[in-house]
């Protein structure tokens, strides 16, 4: 990679860089403090606002008997209160766990427990889901410095906190619990200088400054959430906050509230464009858009092209996960690709795909992805065992993933854990995704294995338009041709809908276990 394509290095993201979450508005707070820096529907924070309400609610968190190194939830869809509240936790030295309040009481109770959060925070005012939890727990609704109907959960007189660093690759500042493949919660403990790191990598990438807007619909309770407030926040632009995905309200905040910046899955784009047909609207109104970024899960083709056709941008793809903080890797806007890459590995973070045996493969072959870099997690909460499976003594991250370069250019082509072996040869479900997922009437699908004595079939699960009436047969006769023999679904299953996560990434445990269960 030349120094003009890169135009920036690992000292470049080192300057200046904040030591901690709450530092991230200090550059607006000097220079701009009148500039909005977080809309919400109903209200405005300027970076003024902003940083007395933090100081506020930073206070009112210490007389409720948070302490640094305590661990505190926060159960909010994405808000003012949310983003008051992190950067109030990063005031005091705690550690936020941000929850989506969609989750079920079983699985937000087993993040309680094994965090041993001191303390639960329920924008209540935000969302029903917020309020119900609240309820459930028997929290008491009141004020935290300057925000209302706030849940407050009773403290935990048992719970210790953790020692709190000065060094900022050292001190965590958000534990953000993912299920992974499994579908047991592991918490990601992210330190200040691996999120910092990662969110100023990214808005030197996109060029960032305080005149940016972005459009922050992907949950904060995710890594890419939490990325894109900090980078946003870093650069003195605006967080438009939207807590809940409506297609309409994106097609009209692109049309009149000057976005210049937007994120999402690749679900988002899609229901945009099937809003656009069901809405009878000729053309798309793109307004101040300059910059669209896509990741999270594969990236079908025909989408992409549909969606640069209609707002007249790159859509970029990129790669990242929760315990690299998250960037790896993305397309670059002076290197545009036709195809389903995820660009090149970002500066300051080194790659390496292997084999089975850790040995480095030829390019072109296709390996388990490692990685090591700043971004990279300092490990699993109370879970030794699992960091030590997952970073090496070299420091080397092993992220699941299927990988393969071609020239400096990446490709992810599956989870090792998803990878079906079928009567000998390696099926990978995102190539058979992709074939699938070309077809007219299927909105997304999802490959997985299932065990047929000692070989494996493999299963499509399809979420089709709705009312489309194409049957499996029908689906099965378009993909055969396309796919070699053992790479063709044994059965293809018509799903209303796939499950799948707030942010869109499909739960493939969750269809794994219900072809176990039939």
Known sequence: MTS??????????????????HHTMVRGVAQ????????EDSRTWSYRQLSEAVEQI????VTLGIRPGDRMMIVSENSIALAGLLLAASRIEAWAIVVNPRLSARELDQIRDHSGARRMFFAAGVSAEAANHAQ?????????????????????????????????????????????TTGTPKGVMLTHENLLFSAKTTALFRKMDNRDKLYVVLPISHIVGVSLLLMTLMTGGTVRLVSKYDPAALARALAEEAITILNGVPATYQRLLEYKTLAGIPKLDKGSLRYMG???????????????????????????????????????????????AV???????????????????????????????????????????????????????NTGDLAYLDGDCMFIVGRT????????????????????????????????????????????????????????????????PQLTSYKRPSQ???????PATSTGKILKHKLAESLRET
């Open 343 to 397: 660009g090149k590995i970002v500066p300051g973070v080194e790659g390496r795909i292997v084999d089975r045996d850790g040995k480095p493969v030829a390019t072109g072959t296709v390996g388990e992805l490692h990685v090591r870099g700043r971004n990279v997690m300092l490990g699993y909460y109370r879970a030794p065992d699992l960091t030590e499976k997952a970073i090496d003594r070299d420091g080397w991250f």
């Open 136 to 180: 459930r727990v028997g929290a008491t609704i009141g004020k935290v410095g300057p925000l209302e109907d706030i849940g407050i959960s009773a403290l935990n007189e048992t719970t210790t906190p953790e020692p709190v660093e000065s060094n900022p690759a050292k001190q965590v500042a958000v534990l953000i619990y993912t299920s992974g």
């Open 32 to 39: 701009t403090p009148d500039h909005p820096a977080l809309i």
């Open 294 to 340: 896509v990741a999270g899960a594969p990236l079908d083709l025909d989408l992409k092209s549909r969606v640069e056709t209609e707002l007249g941008l790159p859509l970029l793809n990129g790669y990242g996960i929760t315990e690299c903080a998250p960037g790896i890797s993305g397309v670059r806007l002076d290197a545009l690709r036709t195809d389903n």
């Open 58 to 61: 930073a206070s009112s968190l």
């Open 4 to 21: 003009a394509q890169r135009e920036f290095d690992v000292a470049d993201i080192l300057e200046g860089l904040p030591e901690r979450l």
């Open 417 to 480: 854990k998803e990878m079906i072996i079928r009567s000998g040869f390696n099926v990978y479900p995102a190539e058979v995704e992709a074939v699938l997922s070309s077809h007219d009437a299927v909105v997304q699908s999802a490959v997985v294995g299932r065990s047929a004595g000692s070989n494996e079939e493999v299963v499509a699960f399809v979420q089709l338009l709705k009312g489309s009436n194409v049957t499996p047969s029908e689906l099965m006769a378009y993909v055969s």
């Open 492 to 498: 293809i299953i018509v799903l209303d809908a796939l």
